[in-house]
């Protein structure tokens, strides 16, 4: 099944939520493993089946713009025995992405109940 031109699947929707709560909390960057454990904790692993999905989502909100990425300081790496990583933060246009899907959910889940026959309540 091939994706609506500029449109989010849940996974992209959920790390841009995470990403807000990133910096909600003050952290603002985060790395894909950090993420992973963000998604696996508030959606119980249901929107995650494999982290090579969670990379590639990574990479299609980047080239639409609503994440930007830089690597890691080498120093830091190093200073802590591990590879570098890929840090990530949400940018204004990802921000407003995460809005408008945010505002957009409730009336999406309306319809799927009327289509189902179910009355909103």
């Known amino acids: 099944m091939r994706r609506k031109a500029n449109t989010l699947v849940s996974l992209e929707v959920a790390i841009l939520g995470g990403s807000v709560e990133f910096v909600r909390s003050g952290e603002g960057e985060f790395h894909g493993y950090a993420m992973a454990r963000t998604l696996r904790d ?21 080239k639409l713009g609503f994440l930007a990425s830089r ?9 802590e025995q591990r590879p570098m ?21 409730p009336a999406e889940a309306r319809g799927r109940a009327l289509k189902k026959g179910l009355a909103p309540s």
């Open 42 to 62: 508030e959606a119980g692993a249901k929107a995650l089946t494999g982290h090579g999905t969670l990379y590639r989502a990574l990479e299609r909100l980047e």
């Open 71 to 79: 690597w890691e300081d080498p120093a830091v790496a190093a200073g």
């Open 85 to 105: 990583r890929r840090l990530y933060h949400i940018t204004a246009a990802g921000q407003q992405a995460w809005e408008a899907a945010a505002e957009a959910a």
